[in-house]
């Protein structure tokens, strides 16, 4: 609790509370160059959405308040800012929903999706800090909400619930590999964008890197070798093109640098990956 005092102290003194819609996107726009200005985002989105009386776009500041508590979480590793995000993605698909899973309106759809999602995401990454054993009782709720989410609209964030089930499935215990890997490709065929490189190569890879690191670790667990290989070395062009520029990170999709700049991160980190590499390929 001492970090979350610190926060809205500086909150406070920076008069986020009474920011505009404008204010808090700018904020959030300059995540990548410090963290606390997601939270900043993420607490003035909060303020907007108690104040704002149509439900549409109360939601879809709920909805922008989680995925700005999501990524401070993601590189604090703070499970009270990841509850915090959950609870935001609640308020927005409470509001949009008249039954579970059911949009209240056609208008709803887009960001009811976009809600169940942002609660997965959240809630995803609350069990990968929290480990497996200690956040295993909480699958069946994060299954439910990606598939509200994907049974809505399959699209969003970038095939987004399908990105996360294909990643569950080779963790939960009783879920099956190769279906893991069908969701992950899926979500890698849909959104594929040829990349120019700065050697005068073309390569075709998903925009979001996410679904890139993903769907390696998922062509492991199926045994498919070879794609795995090739997928690392087009991650491997992406990282070290990226060094020192965001060029070809905004080639990709502009408005996810940040969270590709923590792809990186991630990807440096998961020894898995390296060793599979070193040895098969």
Request: proline letters at 1%; hydrophobic letters at 35%; aromatic letters at 10%.
């Given at each position: 609790m001492k970090i979350k005092s610190i926060l809205l102290t500086l909150l406070l003194s920076q008069n986020v509370f009474s920011t505009t819609v404008e204010e808090a996107d700018k904020l959030y726009k300059k995540r990548g160059e410090k963290d606390i200005n997601?939270?900043?985002?993420?607490?003035?989105?909060?303020?907007?959405?108690?104040?704002?009386?149509?439900?549409?776009?109360?939601?879809?500041?709920?909805?922008?308040?989680?995925?700005?508590?999501?990524?401070?979480?993601?590189?604090?590793?703070?499970?009270?800012?990841?509850?915090?995000?959950?609870?935001?993605a609640k308020k927005a698909y409470q509001l949009l929903i008249s039954s579970n899973g059911v949009p209240a309106k056609e208008e709803y759809k887009k960001e009811a999706a976009e809600a169940y999602y942002q609660y997965s995401a959240n809630l995803g990454k609350w069990g990968q800090i929290k480990g497996p054993i200690r956040s295993l009782f909480r699958w069946p709720e994060l299954e439910r909400h990606l598939n509200w989410s994907k049974a809505i609209d399959i699209t969003v964030s970038d095939y987004g619930a399908?990105?996360?089930?294909?990643?569950?499935?080779?963790?939960?215990?009783?879920?099956?590999?190769?279906?893991?890997?069908?969701?992950?490709?899926?979500?890698?065929?849909?959104?594929?964008?040829?990349?120019n490189l700065p050697n005068?190569?073309?390569?075709?890879?998903?925009?979001?890197?996410?679904?890139?690191?993903f769907l390696m670790e998922n062509y492991i667990e199926a045994g498919q070798t070879a794609p795995f290989c090739e997928l690392y070395d087009k991650f491997v062009q992406i990282y070290e093109s990226s060094e020192g520029n965001d060029n070809v990170l905004n080639q990709m999709n502009a408005d996810i640098v940040p969270e590709a700049r923590l792809d990186f991160v991630d990807f440096d980190e998961n020894k898995d990956l390296h060793e599979k590499y070193d040895e098969d390929c």
């Open positions: 997601s939270y900043l985002a993420a607490q003035a989105y909060l303020k907007l959405a108690a104040d704002e009386t149509n439900t549409l776009e109360k939601a879809k500041l709920y909805n922008k308040s989680s995925r700005s508590f999501y990524y401070i979480g993601r590189i604090r590793k703070k499970l009270d800012f990841l509850e915090d995000g959950v609870s935001a399908l990105r996360i089930l294909g990643r569950a499935y080779i963790k939960v215990p009783g879920k099956s590999a190769i279906e893991g890997l069908n969701f992950q490709k899926t979500a890698y065929e849909n959104t594929l964008v040829d990349v005068g190569q073309t390569i075709k890879v998903s925009r979001n890197l996410t679904t890139n690191l």
